[in-house]
């Protein structure tokens, strides 16, 4: 019996990333198995450190919940790259590293020289990716982006909202994971072109274009003059009942929907009114839509009188789709999740050990490739300079001296 | 249509799925290059049944979701319940890489998807295996749609409008739940195959939807772990304004996250008598008293343009974007520029336009080489190259 590794052990991610898409991105890889090295700022840290929540509400750099989400696993080294000798660091850390990737502002890594053709050429079987919120070219490559700006920018807000109101966010910053993700799977391309070729590339990850991936349908939709979806909560055209209902409690709501004709049936005998499966108003989908409103208020009837996990249990057994909209508290305790080791559980120096989400995925021959908490900040600095990037003890005094390290 | 080979060339990847999940994962296969047959039961994927139809009517072979899914895929179709369509997958999985599908562990074992089965006709197959709530523990038999699997994750409780807490918590336009799913999915099985380099071995990925979508809940899940908060759609944004405001022309999202962003956009409109009110002197009393601000603000914006709103302030390096429609999208200087959008014609139905490429490879670009399949358009083709092959895997 061979021992099995991790996907991408002996990988080696040299992180600039800050906020959520980068750190997003090389969460991924860290899940994988990369030894993923983020640089850092002691001076402007990360936004995420700065963030509540924090462990107890006492704010400190490593005490927030946010950072730590999204950084499990990950090593932290702190260099002011505005110094020249921090750069020389950074392009050492960049030359030892299989992977760079990095999400500032198009050109900013250019301007700090550690753009591309100066990494490449030092490691010519470098992968780098940049995400950024507009790509590295074209006439919008030097516009800003937040996190937030990419759901409106991106078509979606407008496709989001209740009937009648204002478009929508989506709850989160909805760009930067999707982001995130897709870079991982480009940089695992790149690394699958380069086992076979020993050749390295740049991506260009556009933050903007990898938010409208994800809206395929519509952008046809429009292209061939179809009115847009409208706004409409959370129906949809091909299903009804399809919602999120009001139970017992306070702000407590089920997601239900039925999928189909037979599905309908199922719901209607729980609702407790089995003839509602072939009443004229309701037994298609075409006469369901045309009287959803009425619809929706023979499901509310049943749900607001009912605790909501109490209702999806009677739902689930009766084979229709449906589950509490879970609140984060639903979530951290719920059982299910639990049996199924979603969390991870590291002991922090200053947090504690604290419950977060790990990967969505389980490997059945693979180990998890995370196996420590997020960073504290700079906590590898000393490590990595010594190990990685193959300072001596006296030098990175020097450097830590001078302030490089900071 | 380029026949330059993508990053993935000469994986083979099987997959078996409907809808968005299994078909985005795959997709993604695809067009890096990777040859993907996605195989379809005899009446077709569900989402040929969705629209927007290109052709204007509905009809399977013309659905917009389906062929975004499914470009550059072949496709063939197989009723897994029979013995001889199941022997013809058994030969299809012996040559696959990877496979990639959605069916409901309920649903497995009468395909035949069990994974000892798989891994014993091919130990190099890597598998991923999509479910509503994953493979295992006490809630792997439920049955969701993709508004379930939102609100299961935890997301569609973070929407709603804090002035309407009697509306429910609400979700993101599409299958968002299924995008999430297919892109974790691809990535874990394409890593999976990095490590089969060393091992020889493939191996089983169980992925949860659930869990696809409780990975992306930004700083909202940690409220409860580290300070024993419910997260709730119904409280006030701490800091502000980061809120939609409506122009004479359409909707602006305003974003002032720094003091410095803030302060530009002040001077943008003019510097305002009431923008040096107390009440607004940081991000977070402009969060307190939002209300006020919103009422200024919204009467300010209702004068503008978005599009020239939106290039002020980006001049002044304020993050603003405009609400895109989807026909600003398909107008946008910049993303024409890139060549983002692809261009496709149905034969005797018309032209159409999709999301291209959503990165750039330098040495290996992504490349659309052939729309997507009609319905079990590959069939002969698949099962004729399957017989031939020499048996096994490579």
Redesign the interface.
């Known amino acids: 019996m061979t021992t099995r590794r991790a996907p991408l052990a002996g990988i080696r991610v040299a992180d600039f990333t800050w906020v959520w898409a980068g750190p997003h991105c090389t969460q991924q890889l860290a899940h994988l198995g990369a030894e993923v090295i983020r640089v850092e700022s002691a001076t402007r840290p990360c936004v995420t450190r700065l963030l509540p929540p924090f462990a107890e509400f006492k704010p400190g750099l490593n005490r927030s919940g946010y950072f730590n989400q999204y950084n499990q696993g990950k090593k932290s080294i702190t260099l002011d790259l505005k110094q020249p000798a921090a750069i020389e660091v950074a392009r050492r850390l960049c030359a030892a590293s299989d992977v760079v990737v990095e999400n500032f502002a198009a050109g900013v890594m250019d301007r700090m020289g550690l753009g591309w053709e100066r990494l490449h050429a030092a490691k010519p079987d470098l992968i780098m990716i940049s995400l950024s919120g507009y790509g590295a070219w074209g006439p919008d490559r030097d516009k800003v982006s937040y996190g937030p700006a990419q759901v409106p920018l991106s078509g979606l807000s407008s496709l989001t909202g209740y009937r009648g109101h204002p478009p929508m966010h989506v709850g989160v910053s909805y760009g930067d994971p999707t982001a995130g993700l897709h870079g991982a799977f480009a940089v695992l391309a790149a690394l699958w072109h380069r086992a076979r070729t020993g050749a390295g590339q740049y991506i260009d990850l556009s933050q903007w274009e990898t938010s409208i991936a994800v809206l395929g349908d519509a952008i046809i939709g429009e292209s061939i003059g179809a009115p847009p979806p409208a706004r409409d909560g959370n129906r949809v055209p091909h299903m009804a009942p399809h919602g999120v209902f009001r139970a017992l409690g306070e702000d407590r709501w089920i997601a239900l929907a039925a999928p189909d004709d037979a599905a309908w049936a199922r719901l209607a005998a729980v609702l407790g009114r089995p003839e509602l499966a072939t009443d004229p108003r309701f037994a298609t989908l075409d006469q369901r839509k045309a009287n959803e409103e009425e619809l929706e208020a023979l499901v509310t009837a049943w749900t607001e009188s009912r605790a909501a996990e109490d209702a999806v249990a009677v739902l689930q057994d009766a084979g229709v789709p449906a589950h509490v909209a879970a609140t984060n508290r639903d979530l951290a305790e719920d059982p299910h999740l639990e049996a199924r080791q979603a969390f991870t559980r590291f002991p922090h120096p200053e947090v504690g050990t604290r419950q977060h989400i790990g990967p969505p995925w389980r490997m059945s021959a693979s180990p998890p490739g995370v196996t420590r908490p997020a960073p504290c900040l700079g906590a590898d600095t000393t490590d990595v300079l010594r190990d990685v990037c193959g300072y001596a003890a006296d030098e990175i005094e020097a450097l830590r001296a001078a302030g490089a390290l900071s | 249509m380029s026949e330059a080979p ?3 060339a ?2 083979r990847v099987l997959e078996l799925g409907g809808e968005v999940a299994a078909p985005y994962a795959a997709k ?1 296969f695809a067009d ?1 290059g990777a040859d993907v047959v996605k195989i379809e039961s005899p009446d077709g994927d569900p989402a040929r ?4 139809f ?1 052709g ?1 009517r509905p009809d399977p072979e013309t659905s ?2 389906f ?3 499914n470009a550059n895929k072949r496709g063939i179709t197989l009723d897994l319940t029979s013995a001889p369509a199941r022997a013809a997958f058994d030969r299809l999985v012996a040559g696959a890489d990877v496979l990639i599908h959605g069916a409901h562990p309920l649903d497995r074992d009468a395909q035949g998807l069990s ?1 000892e089965r798989l891994a014993a006709i091919n130990p190099r197959l890597v598998m ?1 295996s999509i479910a ?3 493979g ?4 792997a ?5 993709d ?13 709603g ?1 804090p002035n ?2 009697e ?8 299958d ?1 739940a299924g ?3 297919g ?6 099985s ?6 089969r ?3 020889g ?1 493939g ?10 979508v ?14 024993g ?6 409280g006030a944004k701490p800091i502000q304004p ?1 809120c ?1 405001m ?1 122009c004479r022309d359409g ?3 305003i ?1 002032c ?1 720094e003091e410095h962003q803030w302060r530009q956009f002040v001077e943008l409109m003019g510097s305002p008598d009431w923008a040096g009110l107390e009440l607004f002197e940081n991000r977070l009393a402009r969060g307190k008293n939002f209300d006020a601000l919103q009422i200024f603000l919204q009467e300010w914006c209702r004068e503008q343009s978005v599009a020239d709103l939106y290039e002020a302030a ?1 001049r002044r ?14 107008a ?4 024409t ?2 060549g ?2 692809a261009t496709l014609e149905l034969p005797g139905v ?6 291209g ?8 670009p992504w490349r659309l080489r052939r729309p997507a399949p009609r319905l079990g358009e590959h069939t002969d083709e698949v099962l004729a190259e399957a017989a031939t092959a020499s048996g096994g895997p490579r």
Not at chain 2, 183 to 188: E, G, R, T, V
Not at chain 2, 324 to 330: A, H, R, V
Not at chain 2, 357 to 364: E, F, I, Q, V
């Open positions: 993508g990053p993935l000469g994986i993604l890096l049944r969705r629209g927007p290109v204007g917009g979701l062929l975004y899914l994974w991923a509503p709530f994953g295992s523990g006490p809630h038999a439920w049955r969701a749609v508004l379930v699997s939102w609100s299961a994750g935890g997301l569609a409780t973070l929407n409008d309407h807490p509306l429910p918590p609400l979700k993101a336009y599409g968002q995008y999430q799913g892109l974790n999915a691809a990535i874990a394409l890593a999976a195959l990095l490590e380099a060393a091992s071995l191996q089983h990925i169980d992925v949860s939807l659930q869990e696809c409780a990975n992306i809940l930004e700083l909202t899940f940690e409220w409860f772990p580290y300070a908060l419910v997260a709730s759609r119904l980061l939609f409506e909707w602006i999202f974003c996250v980006q390096r304020i993050p603003f974007a405009p609400v895109s429609t989807l026909g600003d999208l398909l946008s200087p910049h993303l520029a890139r983002f959008f018309g032209a159409y336009r999709m999301p490429a959503p990165y750039h490879l330098s040495a290996t």
